[in-house]
C-alpha cells in the first residue's frame, strides 16, 4: 500500500511539475511574440510602400494567432492544475452580454457576416466574472463566423429564468455531424482536419469555453442540424453574492482582445 501511495504522490508531482513548465514556457513565449507585435505597430503607423501594408497585416495577424495559442495552452494547463483565477463581481449580464456583442458587430462591419442581439430583460445583476462571460463570448461567437457559409448571421439571445441567466449564441453556418457532436467539448476535438479547411484553431477553444462555464457553476449545451447551423446555450447561475466590493459593471472589451480571439478567421 504503502509502494501504492508513493507512486500515486510521483504521479501528481509529475503532473504538477509539468502544468507549471507549460505554463512557464508558454509565458516565455509572449515576451518575444510583444516584441515582434510592437514592430508590426510601429510598421503599420509608417508611411511604408502599399505592398508591404499587407505584409504588415499577414506579420501581426499571425503573431494573434500566436498569441491565441499560447493563451489557450496557459488557460488549459491552470484549469487541468484548478488553478486558473476567478474574480467574482456583482454585474448586470444583460450589459456585459451586450457590449461584447456591439464590439464584435463593430469588428464585423465591413465583412457579410452579421450579428444581433436580443435580450427579454434589461437588467440582471447577477454574481459572475465579466473576463469569463467575455472569453465564453468571444470563443462561441469566432466559432460561428469560422464556420460561417459565404454571407452568415450570428444571433447572440439573451433568455431571463430564475436560477440560470441563459445566453444562446446562435449561427446559420455549416453545423456539425450528429455522430461529432457529443465530442465537440473534449480537448483537441477538430472535426475537420482536411489542409483545405476555411479556418485554423487546434481543438482547445470548446473545451475551455466548456471548464469556464463549468468554473462558474453553469451549464452549456449543443445544437445543431448538418447545413443548418448550430446554437450553443449557455446557463449563468442567476445568484447574488454578497461581496466585499460594491457593484461594478467593467467594461472589458477591447479591440485588441478581439483581434487576438478571431485570429484563426482570416488567417493571412
Ligand atoms: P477550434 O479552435 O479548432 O475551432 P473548438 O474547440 O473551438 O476548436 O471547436 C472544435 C470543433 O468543433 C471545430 O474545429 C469545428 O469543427 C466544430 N465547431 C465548433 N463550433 C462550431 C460551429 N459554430 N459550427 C460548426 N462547427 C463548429
Redesign the pocket.
Known amino acids: 500500500m504503502k509502494e501504492e501511495e508513493q507512486k500515486l504522490k510521483n504521479v501528481i508531482n509529475y503532473e504538477q511539475l509539468k502544468s507549471s513548465f507549460y505554463i512557464n514556457i508558454t509565458h516565455e513565449f509572449k515576451t518575444p511574440l510583444n516584441v515582434l507585435l510592437g514592430i508590426c505597430q510601429i510598421l503599420e503607423k509608417e508611411d511604408v510602400p502599399e505592398k508591404w501594408e499587407k505584409y504588415i497585416n499577414i506579420a501581426k495577424q499571425n503573431c494573434y494567432r500566436l498569441w491565441r495559442l499560447i493563451n ?1 495552452v496557459i488557460d488549459n494547463s491552470k484549469i487541468s492544475a484548478n488553478s486558473f483565477e476567478v474574480a467574482m463581481s456583482n454585474n448586470n449580464i444583460v450589459h456585459v452580454v451586450e457590449e461584447i456583442t456591439l464590439s464584435v458587430a463593430d469588428y464585423l462591419k465591413e465583412s457579410n457576416i452579421s450579428i444581433t442581439f436580443d435580450t427579454d430583460i434589461e437588467e440582471k445583476v447577477i454574481t459572475c466574472d465579466p473576463r469569463i462571460i467575455e472569453r465564453i463570448l468571444l ?2 461567437i ?3 463566423i ?2 460561417s457559409k459565404e454571407e452568415g448571421n450570428i444571433l447572440v439571445n439573451m433568455i431571463d429564468g430564475i436560477d440560470y441567466v441563459t445566453i444562446e ?1 446562435q ?1 446559420d ?4 455531424d450528429k455522430d ?1 457532436i457529443n465530442s ?2 473534449e480537448t483537441f ?4 482536419d482536411s489542409l483545405t479547411r476555411k ?11 466548456s471548464s469556464l462555464v463549468d468554473i462558474h457553476g453553469g451549464t452549456i449545451e ?1 445544437y ?1 442540424k448538418k447545413g443548418e ?2 446554437k ?1 446555450v449557455t446557463r449563468i447561475p442567476a445568484k447574488i453574492t454578497q461581496l466585499d466590493q460594491k457593484k461594478v459593471t467593467e467594461t472589458l472589451i477591447n479591440k485588441e482582445k478581439i483581434n487576438i480571439e478571431f485570429s ?1 478567421i482570416y488567417s493571412g
Not at 453556418?173 to 456539425?176: K, L, R, V
Not at 479556418?199 to 469555453?209: H, P, W
Open positions: 489557450n470563443n462561441l469566432s466559432n460561428g469560422k464556420f449564441v449561427d453556418g455549416i453545423g456539425i461529432k465537440i467539448f476535438t477538430k472535426i475537420d479556418s485554423e484553431g487546434c481543438g482547445l477553444g470548446l473545451s475551455i469555453v449543443v445543431s447551423g448550430s450553443f484563426d
